[in-house]
């Protein structure tokens, strides 16, 4: 008898969807006609293309993409600002929605990070070192590209960035600092239980009788009000602000009282967060 003429009428397509708890929900869409997502993408080229291979979350899209508008002689900041960063901005949203999860992060974290090194080789490292800066990920905090994005820009930028990674123990950076002196040190924390490690780090400095000009803390999870809420410390906005903070606190002797107070004038542009 032949088996497959036995069975398959009797097959019931709609048992075994049941069976596996399947909903037949039609066809999917496409995750950039979200609608939030659709306010988050950039409508110009070739920062469309750039944001939509982060998004879907292809790697070598994102880097044949941001090779191709180097090659063009588009700014490496532009890409990274108006294309690769809008890109993980709409990542961001459907996972909050829910529709993306862990495994989406990561494969368009990934292509991001694939797309910044691109950039970060044209950008490239000054040769004279202007001073050093120290940046760490808070302790018990994974998300580095944040961090990544700030050593990159004050490489770029001719200042020695050290660069003690991710999940940081706090002693580390109290460790940092004893050694190199920093003119400036940033920290970054995505999550509300990690954030907390930036007063730590100040309370640390103080009982070891450290001190440097201003410590920029930033990151997803954390507010201007949070950070202002202890000594030492400036809420940093945008990952591009960092040399240009940095310039502030190295010729004008500018303090973390004054980064408080001067933030928009020193980064030379409207910050809605320092109105
Ligand atoms: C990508 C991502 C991941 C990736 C991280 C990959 C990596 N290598 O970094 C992975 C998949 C690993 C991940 C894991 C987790 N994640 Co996650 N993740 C994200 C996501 C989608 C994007 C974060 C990101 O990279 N943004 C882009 C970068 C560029 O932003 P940024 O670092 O904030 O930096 C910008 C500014 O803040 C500024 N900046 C930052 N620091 C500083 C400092 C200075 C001085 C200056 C000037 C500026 C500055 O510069 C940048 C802009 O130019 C966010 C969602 C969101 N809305 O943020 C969730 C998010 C941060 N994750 C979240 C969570 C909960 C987790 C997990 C705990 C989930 C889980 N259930 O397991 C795990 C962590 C597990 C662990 N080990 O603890 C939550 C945190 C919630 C909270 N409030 O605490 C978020 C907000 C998602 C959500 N809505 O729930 N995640």
């Known amino acids: 008898m032949d088996y497959k003429e036995d069975l398959e009428p009797k097959m019931d397509q709609n048992f075994v969807a049941v069976r596996y708890n399947v909903e037949i929900e039609g066809p999917a869409i496409k995750p950039e006609e979200d609608h939030d997502v659709r306010n988050i993408l950039p409508d110009e080229e070739p ?13 070598e ?7 191709k508008a180097l090659d ?21 949203l459907l996972y909050t929605k829910g529709f993306y999860f862990l495994p989406d992060l990561m494969l368009a ?3 991001m990070m694939e797309g910044v090194k691109e950039c970060e080789k044209v950008l490239g490292h000054k040769s004279e070192t202007k001073g050093t800066v120290v940046s760490f990920v808070a302790e018990g905090d994974p998300h580095d590209i944040g961090k990544n994005l700030i050593v990159m820009f004050l490489r770029a930028a001719g200042y020695d960035a050290i660069d003690l990674g991710r999940d940081v123990p706090t002693d580390d950076v109290i460790k940092a600092v004893k ?13 509300t239980t990690t954030m907390t490690v930036f007063p730590k780090v100040v309370e640390k400095l103080q009982e070891n009788g450290l001190e440097v000009p201003a410590i920029g803390c930033g990151g997803g999870a954390v507010r201007k009000d949070f950070v202002e809420s202890f000594p030492m410390s400036v809420y940093g906005v945008e990952a591009y602000h960092t040399p240009k903070l940095a310039d502030a606190i190295l010729k004008d002797k500018k303090t973390w009282k004054d980064l408080r107070k001067e933030y928009s004038e020193i980064v030379g542009e409207f910050v809605p967060e320092y109105s």
């Not at 899209?61 to 090779?67: G, Q």
């Not at 050694?179 to 999550?191: C, D, I, K, S």
């Open 47 to 59: 920062y469309r293309s750039i944001a939509l291979a982060v998004l879907h979350e292809d790697r």
């Open 61 to 67: 899209a994102s880097l044949s993409n941001v090779k």
């Open 72 to 92: 063009e002689g588009v700014s490496p900041i532009e890409i990274i600002n108006k294309g690769l960063m809008k890109g993980i901005d709409a990542v961001s």
């Open 109 to 111: 974290g990934d292509g």
């Open 179 to 191: 050694e190199y002196n920093p003119l400036f040190v940033t920290g970054t924390a995505l999550m």
